[in-house]
């Protein structure tokens, strides 16, 4: 089920009749999605105003999936009510999955007993103070060595929730914790050391479950645009401590590795490579996408042509050869493919993507012969 813009405030009035009309239909909706407009920066929108959502929502009892996405909310003005419906919702056993992204001032200390769920996303989310004498937010507490694992098998971090995630951390005997994590999604904008705090400590409870490893080189447009750019956390390239991996993606961009002092990140990437591949390792897959939408810069990336041409001495033909040797070498013994993609952005006809694809084809000889490339895919973003 879908909310969001247009007509909403009809949308929700209608949905709420048809439920009462027909209570097994509230029973056969999983999954909901609260939304609005992304570049829409009306803090909070339709969900402050509609009176008939925290009825909709209080009706839906089976309800396994919520994302809240697409608009600026303030969960401190939202009405008393919804605040409880959504909060009920959270807190039901058949909820599995919960997406957040974009919400101020949350109390975020019931998360701590959500044992429930299995997948989480927290993304720009401040939280209210809490008080340091609060038995559920005890810094000095650590999860017991003892503790089971949670449900939760994915977590999506941004460093924009490390606040969030850091008050879980510090939750004396929660049910929630990060011990039996499967896969962890992890982005690098505005990474501090509030954020390197929080990793390691996430990190240090799941580093022998995790299997799925995915790791997005980003930049806020803040960092972009307005000022310095925090540095590339290089911690977080240390793929030897997940001795269950067995799937790893990464994602960059062209621009940044080209334009950004401190993002030319490839030279440490490879040494990560071959350090995992030094010691025993269980890798299977491994996706690289290099993003090169042009929508960052005036002209066309020089990194796009110097692929397409293999410029000997510039960062992509040394580093698509360096990747070729390391992928093909005895460490990676497990390894059954290697995914490419690159983004393209919107409206880059003039490249010569087939080119692209050909040259990137040629700098990796050997993962082409072995039957191990997928790809050059290509992606709009």
């Known amino acids: 089920m879908i909310i969001g813009k247009p007509d909403i405030a009809n949308r929700c009035k209608d949905l709420l009749k048809l439920i009462e009309a027909r209570p097994a239909l509230a029973r056969s909706v999983r999954g909901m999605f609260l939304g609005g407009n992304f570049l829409d920066l009306e803090e909070n929108g339709w969900l402050q105003t509609s009176p008939d959502i925290a009825p909709l929502l209080r009706k839906l009892t089976m309800i396994q999936a919520l994302w809240i996405c697409g608009m600026h909310i303030h969960w401190s003005t ?3 009510d919804l605040k409880s419906a959504l909060y009920d919702l959270f807190a039901r056993p058949t909820m599995r999955k919960i997406y957040l992204d974009r919400i101020s001032e949350i109390d975020i200390s019931p998360f701590v007993q959500y044992g429930h769920i299995s ?7 401040s939280i209210v103070p809490f008080d340091d004498g609060d038995l559920s937010m005890n810094e000095g507490q650590a999860l017991s060595p003892t503790a089971p694992a949670g449900n939760l098998r994915m977590l999506n971090l941004a460093p924009t929730a490390a606040a969030a995630v850091d008050a879980i951390l510090k939750a004396p005997n929660p049910t929630l914790n990060f011990r039996g994590l499967a896969s962890l999604q992890v982005s690098t904008e505005l990474w501090d050391d509030a954020m390197q705090s929080v990793w390691d400590r996430v990190t240090a409870q799941c ?9 997005t080189h980003m930049l806020d447009s803040k960092e972009l645009f307005g000022g310095e750019a925090s540095p590339f956390p290089f911690q977080i390239l240390d793929f030897t401590r997940f001795s269950s991996l067995s799937m790893l993606t990464f994602h960059t961009n062209g621009y940044f590795i080209d334009n950004v ?6 030279p440490q990437f490879l040494t990560a490579l071959r350090s995992l591949a030094s010691v025993d390792n269980v ?11 042009e929508e960052l810069a005036p002209e066309p990336l020089p990194c796009i042509m110097q692929t397409i041409e293999k410029t000997e001495g510039a960062w992509p033909y040394m580093f698509w050869r360096d990747l070729d040797t390391v992928l093909v070498s005895s460490g990676f013994k497990m390894l059954r493919v290697f995914v490419l993609r690159y983004g393209t952005g919107i409206g880059n006809d003039s490249v010569p993507w087939d080119s ?13 012969k072995r039957g191990l490339l997928d790809g050059p895919r290509r992606d709009m973003f």
């Open 283 to 293: 890798l299977q897959r491994f996706e690289l996408k290099v993003g090169y939408n």
């Open 207 to 215: 580093a022998a479950t995790v299997t799925n490893l995915r790791v």
């Open 261 to 266: 002092p401190g993002h030319d990140i490839l």
């Open 356 to 368: 692209l694809d050909q040259s990137l084809k040629e700098l990796l000889p050997q993962l082409v």
């Open 78 to 80: 939202l009405p008393d």
């Open 119 to 125: 997948e989480l996303s927290l993304n720009a989310i």
